[in-house]
């Protein structure tokens, strides 16, 4: 800033010096003009530095009035910290109140459908055989779910003209698969009680129209 008025100031000097090396040359016929080109240069300086100090005047009232608005706020923070502190912390007490109260909400949940878990698994285990059995054969069975309740299945059936031995598994784990199970066993002791001496093949293509209709 101001660098223009120099550099006029100093453009002054210069052509006053050649003027007098001119003249002290008897080149021109004109009158000694270096100390009005030193008044110039000093002229030009001091306009530079006023406009800086105003400049720079300028910049520190804007500072003040920067400063005296951070005072203000930092007044302010500091009377209304306590006030925030204290209402954040009722905040945290609230939502952490509200997280326990789902915590034993979802603990209720956990041991209800535990619950139900193992009422399916009785109800899946006590629809196998307890003691199968088949004329002129030992029978030994035993069967682990891969989950509180698959959809694993076996039956001894015995029947008049012989005896049926049924094995499956239902796609999948779960109680769904649970379901399709027993739905299984029912539709096959059902059909084997209907049909009259059934080849496997047909008590298969029973059971899968009746599987498939539910």
Same mark, same amino acid.
């Given at each position: 800033d101001g660098a223009w008025a120099l550099g006029a100031g100093l453009a002054v000097l210069v052509g006053a010096a050649f003027n007098d090396m001119f003249v002290l040359m008897e080149l021109v016929d004109s009158v000694i003009l270096t100390p009005w080109g030193i008044l110039a240069f000093v002229f030009s300086q001091s306009y530079m530095l006023i406009q800086r100090s105003a400049q720079n005047l300028r910049e520190v009232q804007k500072l003040s009035v920067d400063l005296e608005a951070a005072n203000v706020e930092l007044t302010d923070l500091n009377l209304n910290?306590?006030?925030?502190?204290?209402?954040?912390?009722?905040?945290?007490?609230?939502?952490?109140?509200?997280?326990? +109260?789902?915590? +034993?909400?979802?603990?209720?949940?956990?041991?209800a459908l535990w619950g139900e878990m193992k009422l399916a698994k009785r109800i899946q285990t006590a629809v196998l055989p307890k003691e199968p059995s088949l004329p002129e054969y030992e029978i030994s069975a035993y069967m682990e779910p891969a989950d509180e309740v698959g959809g694993d299945y076996y039956d001894i059936i015995p029947t008049r003209d012989s005896g049926w031995v049924a094995i499956g598994d239902v796609s999948g784990h779960g109680v769904p698969a649970g379901l399709v199970m027993m739905m299984v066993q029912t539709a096959i002791l059902t059909l084997l009680k209907e049909l009259e001496n059934p080849s496997p093949a047909k008590l298969l293509a029973s059971v899968n129209r009746a599987v498939y209709q539910n």
């Open positions: 910290l306590e006030k925030k502190v204290a209402t954040r912390t009722e905040e945290l007490r609230e939502t952490l109140d509200e997280k326990e +109260q789902v915590n +034993q909400e979802l603990v209720k949940t956990r041991d």
